[in-house]
Nanobody, 114 residues
């Protein structure tokens, strides 16, 4: 069993920055990809960014150039550096690990005020 615990969310003004963290603990299993998702009220959960086991990254168009995903290798925390935040970035952000099974964290709230 893999446990994912996110932290770092909070309230920030538009234009500000936050760094989210996701600590992975539990049984050592092969994880191919880690990712950040987000879900705004009344919206479907959407993919924000992914990082593979070899460090390849991908981003949603809406966050390219503003967000950076890093870390996530075994024993290391996964991060999401978020800069130039906009009110539309307001959501619950979830950490996900996948490698045969999908594992999810409990989410951390990010609120960006205008």
């Amino acid at each position: 069993q893999v446990q994912l615990v996110e932290s770092g969310g909070g309230l920030v003004q538009a234009g500000g920055s936050l760094t989210l963290s996701c600590k992975r603990t539990g049984v050592a299993v092969r994880i191919n990809t880690m990712a950040w998702y987000r879900q705004a009220p009344g919206q479907q959960r959407e993919l924000v960014a992914t990082i593979s086991s070899v460090g390849s990254t991908n981003y949603a168009d809406s966050v390219k150039g503003r967000f950076t995903i890093s870390g996530g290798s075994p024993g290391n925390t996964l991060y999401l550096q978020m800069n130039s935040l906009k009110p539309e970035d307001t959501a619950v952000y979830y950490c996900q690990a996948s490698g045969g099974y999908e594992y999810w964290g409990q989410g951390t709230q990010v609120t960006v005020s205008s």
